[in-house]
């Protein structure tokens, strides 16, 4: 089974900062990357995908990814408290379904 | 507004009970998910649906089973429902790319 792993667990993040979220995939056949995102109370909801080695930028979030190292990037600009949320990344290797990693939860403070 | 709906929201069942929960999409998608989401573990996949009798084991599907007899419904039944088995079940939907639509989930516990 192929494994997707977070980092860091938990994050702090002061309002108007940076963050920084990593995964870790296992299979270099995976054809392309999300982000999903879930607040409190609801189901996740999908941010951006990445399949093209490099950055890609959608208004304050950019994805970062790097095919040969197995490692995929979310930075998170000028954060605000709507950020607060518990993040996945996800691999899809086409035909099955997306394998999503551990998590990683974003707390903005005021 | 395209959904996956998800009932019940909360539902509190004793060890050996039966319990089946539901999942409707008004988006006429064909390929349909279950999931479970437990601290620490993210997101694991219980069962697939690619269209109405055309369901595939997941990664975790022991102790599990689903069915769906109409394209727009999927859903999934615990035979005789065990305390671990105590989750957040979320159901999704997809055209056939990784673009999911999850519903809001159904809190289950099993004492």
């Known amino acids: 089974q192929q494994k997707v792993q977070q980092s860091p667990e938990s994050l702090i993040v002061p309002e108007g900062g940076m963050a920084s979220l990593n995964c870790t995939f296992s299979?270099?056949?995976?054809?392309y990357f999300w982000w999903y995102r879930q607040h409190s109370g609801e189901g996740p909801k999908a941010l951006m995908s990445i399949f093209s080695n490099g950055d890609k930028k959608e208004g304050r979030f950019t994805a970062h990814l790097n095919k040969a190292s197995l490692y995929v990037s979310l930075h998170i600009k000028d954060s605000q408290p709507s950020d607060s949320a518990l993040y996945f990344c996800?691999?899809?290797?086409?035909?099955?379904?997306?394998?999503f990693g551990t998590g990683t939860t974003v707390s903005v403070s005021p | 507004d395209m959904k996956v709906t998800q009932m019940p929201r909360y539902l509190i069942k004793r060890m050996g009970e039966n319990v089946l929960l539901e999942c409707g999409q008004d988006m006429s998608h064909e390929t349909m998910y279950w999931y479970r989401q437990d601290p620490g573990l993210g997101l694991q996949l219980i069962y697939i649906s690619y269209d109405v009798d055309s369901n595939s084991e997941g990664d975790i599907p022991k102790g599990y089973r689903v069915s769906r007899k109409k394209r727009e419904h999927f859903s999934l039944i615990l035979d005789s429902a065990k305390t671990n088995q105590t989750s957040v079940y979320f159901c999704a939907s997809t055209t056939g790319n990784s673009d999911y639509t999850f519903g809001s989930g159904t809190r289950l516990l099993v004492i």
């Open positions: 299979d270099r056949n995976s054809q």
């Open positions: 996800a691999e899809y290797q086409g035909g099955r379904a997306l394998i």
